[in-house]
């Protein structure tokens, strides 16, 4: 496939634009060195910032019409006329054998698997689990020993290592499954949150090979995401707007579960996106 320039700059022009708008708040925030304790969490856990996520590309094996611009852009090969450029997967693959091995079976092995929809978010409540000091310095809304209580009346059944990894050592093991990074792959279920949110770490990793569209679609998917996470965590963000989830509830649970459910959705058709845009139909099968 190949793009003719007045058309790809369209669509460049049409990703710079919705990219700003998504991050306007947080560029502003920034002019005055304002954090946030939810929305921070997008640029700086993700290391990808706002001037990165506006740069557009068309997706591995899409040939760019008269980009001889982009010949110094890395992952970029000489497409099949003169001055033409197109992502090359195959030069990705080379390069970071290892980490495109690990995003392949990351993606396929979470997308081959059904969801788990009973953690209700207690991850973030062992991350202060009887613990003197915590992640945020904000106060929890139902205090140190509410808190507690909460994580100690349920069944912490967390599958995802990057959120397990910050667990108090009292509330490791609480948790159903002992993680580590290396079996991190055995246990990614489409279900989990951050799971979710990771489809846009991948996403900024595979850099050219990812059309922007399905970039900015990625970094939507874990906004909203974010969002649930922290209304459903021990937090009183009450300073933020941040209205609660009480996962301690019986109605809170209810309204995690049918929004978690959602995203799973949304995951799955996004993880499918981004394997077919960056390896095609033809791509192998993961171990």
């Known amino acids: 496939m190949i793009i003719a320039r007045q058309d790809w700059l369209l669509r460049e ?9 998504l991050t306007a708040a947080h560029r502003d ?30 997706g591995a094996g899409v ?14 090969s000489p497409g099949r006329s ?9 030069a ?37 689990y009887r613990a003197d000091e915590h992640r ?25 290592f990057d959120a397990f990894r910050f667990f108090t050592p009292e509330a490791v093991p609480r948790n159903r499954t002992s993680l580590s990074r290396d079996e991190q792959p055995l246990f990614e279920q489409p279900g989990c949150l951050h799971a979710g949110m990771d489809l846009y770490k991948w996403a900024t990793k595979l850099g050219p090979l990812i059309p922007g569209e399905l970039l900015l679609d990625a970094f939507e998917l ?20 941040v209205v609660p989830v009480p996962i ?16 799973a959705d949304r995951g799955i058709a996004l993880r499918v996106a981004l394997l077919n845009a960056w390896l095609g139909d033809g791509a192998r099968e993961a171990a």
């Open 136 to 160: 945020h310095a904000v106060p929890l809304r139902l205090g140190q020993a509410g808190t507690d209580a909460v994580v100690e009346n349920h069944d912490l059944r967390c599958t995802h």
């Open 248 to 263: 301690e509830t019986p109605e809170g649970k209810a309204e995690y579960v049918r929004r978690q459910r959602g995203f």
């Open 29 to 58: 925030r920034a002019t005055r060195a304002e954090k946030h304790p939810v929305w921070d969490f997008l640029f700086t856990y993700y290391s990808y910032k706002p001037a990165q996520l506006r740069r557009w590309h068309p």
């Open 63 to 76: 040939e760019l019409d008269e980009a001889a611009e982009r010949l110094d852009w890395r992952w970029y």
């Open 82 to 90: 003169a001055g033409s450029t197109v992502p090359d997967a195959a």
């Open 222 to 241: 874990a906004r909203d995401i974010r969002l649930l996470d922290m209304q459903a965590a021990p937090y009183d963000l009450a300073a933020w707007d």
């Open 13 to 21: 022009a049409a990703h710079r634009e919705r990219a700003d708008v």
């Open 92 to 128: 990705f693959g080379r390069e970071k054998a290892e980490l495109a091995g690990l995003i392949e079976k990351m993606l396929r092995r979470t997308a081959s698997r059904p969801g788990q929809f009973g953690c209700f978010g207690l991850h973030e409540w062992a991350m202060v």
